[in-house]
C-alpha cells in the first residue's frame, strides 16, 4: 500500500496549481480520501474530504470555493484543484485513506495511510 503525492511547487499569489495522490497496492476507488496540510510550527489541517460510496465532497471553510478535489479512477488518483492561492495556504500537503468522510473532513487519527506530502509555496 503506497500513496505518492506530487503536483506541488512555488506559485504567485491567485494562481493555481493541481496535486495528485496516486495509489499503488490497492484501489483507491474503494476508500474515502482526505487531503491535509500542515505548515512550519502549526499542526496538521484537514483540508478537503471526497467519499468513496458517493462521490461527495467535503472543504474546510477557509478553502471553500478555491479548492476542488476530484477522482481520476482510470489512473487510480485523487486530485486537488487549488485555485486563487493565498500566502496563507503555504504548507506541506498530504493525502490520506479513511474509511468514509462522515459529512466533513475528519480528524488525521481516523485515517489509514499516509502520502510523504508535496510542498506548495505561495509567494511573489
Known amino acids: 500500500v503506497h500513496l505518492v503525492e506530487s503536483g506541488g511547487g512555488l506559485v504567485q499569489p491567485g494562481g493555481s496549481l493541481r496535486l495528485s495522490c496516486a495509489a499503488s497496492g490497492f484501489t483507491l476507488d474503494y476508500y474515502a480520501v482526505g487531503w491535509f496540510r500542515q505548515a512550519p510550527g502549526k499542526e496538521r489541517e484537514g483540508v478537503s474530504c471526497i467519499s468513496s460510496s458517493d462521490g461527495r465532497t467535503y472543504d474546510t471553510d477557509s478553502v471553500k470555493g478555491r479548492f476542488t478535489v476530484s477522482r481520476d479512477n482510470a489512473k487510480n488518483t485523487v486530485l486537488l484543484q487549488m485555485n486563487s492561492l493565498k500566502p496563507e495556504d503555504t504548507a506541506v500537503y498530504y493525502c490520506?485513506?479513511?474509511?468514509?468522510?462522515?459529512?466533513?473532513?475528519?480528524?488525521?487519527?481516523?485515517?489509514?495511510?499516509w502520502g510523504q506530502g508535496t510542498q506548495v509555496t505561495v509567494s511573489s
Open positions: 490520506a485513506t479513511l474509511t468514509q468522510c462522515s459529512g466533513g473532513v475528519p480528524p488525521s487519527d481516523e485515517y489509514d495511510y
